[in-house]
């Protein structure tokens, strides 16, 4: 008897954790070796559709280090599925003009959230490819530790 008094709160709070619910569909990281990001290593994430009704909000994730040499990122985004084949070039500022990372910071290390697709909705149900690829002029682009690709359900207008 003692031992389901000690397990019965357990099971309540696993069963209270199981029942929050989170808008993120997706949400991947990847580690990019030695910070040196190469035109064939690419974010990828796939996610499933079931709501065409629903909007839906898509994120480049980043993280650089102070090695990075340039100001902005140029990346390639490949949204592919249901015979929905879209691909969109980002530029995205990374620093201000005296030099100024413009992310959140942590030592030498910069994270960057960048919106690709906002309220966004899918033609048809099932499942989709959203790829991320680096598209500036080095091979391979140095100081780049981290990328992701998050997809979150958008919150409805509410008037």
């Known amino acids: 008897m ?4 000690c397990f019965l709160p357990f099971v309540a709070m696993l069963l209270m954790l199981a029942s929050c619910e989170s808008n993120n569909l997706v949400d991947t990281n990847v580690a990019v070796a030695d910070n040196n990001w190469t035109y064939a290593k690419s974010a990828k994430a796939v996610v499933e559709i079931k ?3 629903q909007s839906y ?3 480049f994730k980043l993280r650089h280090t102070a090695d990075y040499r340039y100001a902005n990122l140029f990346v390639l985004a490949n949204v592919k599925g249901n015979g929905l084949k879209k691909s969109t070039r980002y530029q995205f500022k990374l620093a ?3 030099g100024e990372w413009l992310g959140k910071g942590s030592g030498d290390i910069y994270t ?6 906002t309220n966004y909705r899918f033609a048809k149900p099932g499942k989709y490819e959203i790829e991320i690829e680096q598209n500036m002029r080095d091979n391979p682009l140095v100081g ?3 990328i992701g690709i998050k997809v979150e359900k958008a919150e409805e ?3």
């Open 51 to 53: 709501d065409i009704n």
């Open 112 to 117: 960057n959230n960048f919106s690709l697709l």
């Open 157 to 159: 207008n509410k008037p």
């Open 144 to 146: 780049i530790s981290d």
């Open 2 to 5: 003692n031992k389901l008094k």
């Open 96 to 98: 201000k003009a005296d």
């Open 57 to 59: 909000n898509i994120y």
